[in-house]
């Protein structure tokens, strides 16, 4: 199993996007579409990680979700306050799944933890996961608390054995926390965000 590293997140951004395009203009275009599509996927981000941001949408709009993203919605207050909180809230629970971008800097937003709780609270085992994000160079650290949650990681081809034989087909896939037997669930990603 593989955690993303942050250059393999933007190269697979950079694989996706047409190059006359900017972040701003990419994260622009997720904004009119999110006013067309059925949004499904809250996603919890650092504010700052424009980069990250942008190939995460990518890389889950790939999968055939829209996503929705607090700082693009127009209905947000101008400056934050009660009310931006009230709207998170609302949007979290509009949505059908909660996704948690879990970088380092978002790890340590006070922001980004406070909607993984109200996430927990509304969303549960089965629509709420982790998708962790390393620092290029490192390994995932994370925090302890985020043990307990579903993470979204690459299988590699051969690497991860069925209880019922033969091995997991590469790809991402949305991994259950180890149950009281040491049993983790494996769910492909596109599965999970559809279902």
Same mark, same amino acid.
């Given at each position: 199993?593989?955690?993303?590293?942050?250059?393999?997140?933007?190269?697979?951004?950079?694989?996706?996007?047409?190059?006359?395009?900017?972040?701003?203009?990419?994260?622009?275009?997720?904004?009119?579409?999110?006013?067309?599509?059925?949004?499904?996927?809250?996603?919890?981000?650092?504010?700052?990680?424009?980069?990250?941001?942008?190939?995460?949408?990518?890389?889950?709009?790939?999968?055939?979700?829209?996503?929705?993203?607090?700082?693009?919605?127009?209905?947000?207050?101008?400056?934050?306050?009660?009310?931006?909180?009230?709207?998170?809230?609302?949007?979290?629970?509009?949505?059908?799944?909660?996704?948690?971008?879990?970088?380092?800097?978002?790890?340590?937003?006070?922001?980004?933890?406070?909607?993984?709780?109200?996430?927990?609270?509304?969303?549960? +085992?089965?629509?709420? $996961?982790?998708?962790? !994000?390393?620092?290029?160079?490192?390994?995932?650290?994370? *925090?302890? @608390?985020?043990? &307990?949650?579903?993470? +979204?990681?690459?299988? $590699?081809?051969?690497? !991860?054995?069925?209880?019922?034989?033969?091995?997991?087909? *590469?790809? @991402?896939?949305? &991994?259950?926390?180890?149950?009281?037997?040491?049993?983790?669930?494996?769910?492909?990603?596109?599965?999970?965000?559809?279902?």
């Amino acid at each position: 199993m593989s955690i993303l590293s942050k250059s393999e997140l933007i190269g697979f951004r950079n694989s996706t996007r047409t190059f006359s395009k900017g972040i701003n203009e990419s994260l622009s275009e997720f904004i009119n579409e999110s006013k067309v599509n059925k949004v499904t996927v809250f996603l919890s981000h650092k504010h700052d990680e424009r980069s990250e941001l942008d190939a995460a949408i990518s890389f889950l709009k790939r999968n055939g979700v829209s996503v929705y993203v607090d700082w693009l919605d127009e209905g947000m207050p101008k400056y934050t306050s009660g009310k931006t909180a009230e709207r998170i809230k609302n949007k979290i629970k509009e949505n059908k799944k909660f996704i948690f971008l879990a970088t380092e800097g978002a790890i340590n937003s006070k922001w980004c933890n406070w909607e993984l709780g109200f996430g927990d609270a509304h969303k549960y +085992i089965d629509n709420i $996961a982790v998708f962790p !994000v390393r620092e290029n160079g490192t390994t995932f650290t994370g *925090s302890e @608390y985020l043990q &307990i949650y579903p993470r +979204i990681e690459y299988v $590699a081809p051969n690497s !991860v054995s069925r209880q019922i034989g033969g091995y997991f087909t *590469s790809g @991402y896939y949305v &991994i259950t926390p180890a149950d009281s037997k040491g049993i983790s669930r494996y769910h492909k990603l596109e599965d999970w965000l559809n279902r």
